[in-house]
């Protein structure tokens, strides 16, 4: 697993922790319900997409979402495989 996907991991399984004990605020992004890459693998087991989820999609880093930037900018969703980070996951 990349280095990057590693620390993100980890990064969300803390703060899935800290979200447990009520220590942060859950947010969950506006595009929840019509995104492709969260209908793709929302409900996925893989470690680095739960990251990517708790991360982006249900977590503080959604304003940061390439998905939510192309989206933006072109008028269209991109591909249900990029993900937040923008890298295209290869499925
Ligand atoms: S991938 Fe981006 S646009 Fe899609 S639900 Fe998550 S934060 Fe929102």
Not at 57 to 63: E, F, N, S
Not at 67 to 83: L, Q, V
């Amino acid at each position: 697993m990349a280095r990057h996907l590693q620390i993100l991991v980890v990064v969300g399984l803390g703060q899935c922790l800290l979200l447990r004990k009520g220590i942060l605020m859950a947010q969950e992004c506006e595009l929840l319900g019509s995104c492709g890459f969260f209908k793709k693998f929302g409900s996925t087991k893989e470690l680095a997409c739960k990251g990517f989820i708790s991360q982006y999609c249900k977590g503080p880093m959604q304003g940061q979402c390439k998905r939510k930037e192309y989206r933006r900018k072109n008028g269209t969703p991109p591909a249900d495989n990029m993900m937040p980070s923008g890298a295209i996951m290869k499925v």
